[in-house]
C-alpha cells in the first residue's frame, strides 16, 4: 500500500514518516507528485483543513493520502492564535518570527497565566471514500524565552511542565512520544492499520 502525505513541510514529513515507520506503506510525499495542486487552507478549524488538504491530494493522485493540521492556543490571548498559527506572523513568516510575535503578545505575562495546548487534527483520505479524523492534544505553557535546538515551529518556546522542557529541548524520539502530533498519530495508526487488514483480506 502507498500512503501519501499531503504536506510540504519536511519538519512534518520527518515527524511523520518516523512515527509510522513500522507500518507496511510505502510513504510518499509531494515531492514525488509535482504536479498536486496546492491546497488552500481556508478552514475554520484544523479540522477543516486537515480533511481538505487529504482530500484534494486523494482525488488527484488516486492514493490513500494523511493531512494533518495544527493549531496552538493561548490562555491569555483568548485562544489566539489557532488554526492560524503558521501564519501568526504573517502569510509567509518564518518559525522564529511566529515565536517573536507570541512572545511579545505575552510580555509582562505571569507563568500561571501563559497556559497553551497544541491540538493536531489528522485527517486520512481514500480516493472514493469519506475521510476518517483523529486528534491530539498537548497542554503546556508558553515559556519566557526560547531555549533548545530540535524542532521546529513553537517548539523552542512551548514548555512542557511535567518534564520542565520545552519540545525543542526535546529528540525526535522524545518529542514522538509525548507531542500533540504523536498522540493523532497513534490513533492515525491504528485507522491505517485497518484499511492495510483490508486491502491485504482484498488481494488474498
Known amino acids: 500500500m502507498e500512503l501519501v502525505l499531503a504536506t ?16 507496511d506503506v510505502t510513504i510518499r510525499s509531494l515531492d514525488d507528485v509535482p504536479a498536486a495542486p496546492a491546497v488552500i487552507e481556508d478552514g475554520d478549524t484544523c479540522h477543516a483543513n486537515a480533511s481538505k488538504k487529504a482530500s484534494v491530494i486523494a482525488q488527484f493522485t488516486g492514493k490513500l493520502t494523511l493531512a494533518d493540521d495544527t493549531g496552538l492556543e493561548v490562555d491569555a490571548l483568548g485562544g ?3 488554526v492560524f498559527a503558521a501564519r501568526f506572523a504573517g502569510e509567509r513568516a518564518t518559525y522564529a518570527e511566529n515565536c517573536r510575535k507570541l512572545l511579545d503578545a505575552l510580555r509582562g505575562v505571569p507563568a500561571d497565566q501563559r497556559g497553551a495546548r497544541f491540538i493536531t487534527v489528522v485527517a486520512i483520505a481514500e480516493p472514493a471514500a469519506s475521510v476518517e479524523l483523529v486528534e ?4 503546556g505553557r508558553i515559556a519566557d524565552q526560547g531555549s533548545g535546538d ?3 515551529g513553537y517548539d523552542p518556546i512551548f514548555l512542557v511542565p511535567d518534564l520542565g522542557k520545552t519540545l525543542a529541548e526535546l ?6 512520544r509525548i507531542s500533540h502530533r504523536g498522540r493523532a498519530l497513534v490513533k492515525a ?7 492495510l ?3 491485504n483480506n482484498v488481494g488474498a
Open 150 to 152: 530540535h524542532g521546529f
Open 136 to 139: 491530539g492534544v498537548l497542554d
Open 80 to 82: 489566539r492564535p489557532g
Open 171 to 176: 529528540t525526535l524520539d522524545q518529542k514522538n
Open 8 to 23: 510540504g513541510n519536511r519538519d512534518k514529513q520527518r515527524e511523520i514518516t518516523a512515527l509510522l515507520r513500522d507500518l
Open 189 to 195: 495508526k491504528a485507522v491505517l492499520k485497518r484499511k
Open 197 to 199: 487488514a483490508r486491502e
